[in-house]
């Protein structure tokens, strides 16, 4: 599996990179050439079905998945900068979580102090 944020893939872009990676099964939320967008990768040989649930914006993907051994989830983000829209985005998140079955990975856009930001 692949999961890249921050991608700034327009939907133009989406079709040159499934060109170029042909053995994946590959899932988008689109943002701008400027800003967000997030993907999910899946290689053909893990023989896994893979749905969109859910569109995040340009901040993420929830995307279900199914195999021979199980169901799980996975949730890709790109969390906004600013303090309280990325508390509302994962507060917001949480009602994609399936217990026990969730993998969230990703970009929290977190940091410690202020200095630890980079411009």
């Not at 749905?51 to 169901?71: R, T």
């Not at 917001?92 to 993998?103: C, D, K, M, R, Y």
Request: hydrophobic share 45%; with cysteine.
């Amino acid at each position: 599996m692949i999961a890249l944020q921050e991608t700034h893939l327009t939907m133009e872009l989406e079709f040159a990179f499934k060109a170029y990676a042909p053995s994946m099964d590959i899932f988008f939320a689109h943002g701008t050439s400027q800003s967000g967008g997030v993907l999910i990768a899946l290689r053909h040989s893990i023989n896994a079905s893979g749905s969109v649930v859910m569109w995040l914006g340009k901040h993420g993907i929830v995307l279900d998945v199914q195999q021979a051994c199980g169901y799980y989830r996975i949730i890709n983000v790109y969390a906004p900068v600013e303090g309280d829209k990325r508390k509302q985005f994962l507060i917001n998140l949480s009602a994609w979580v399936i217990p026990n079955a969730t993998v969230i990975l990703g970009d929290f856009n977190s940091i410690e102090c202020h200095e630890d930001k980079s411009f």
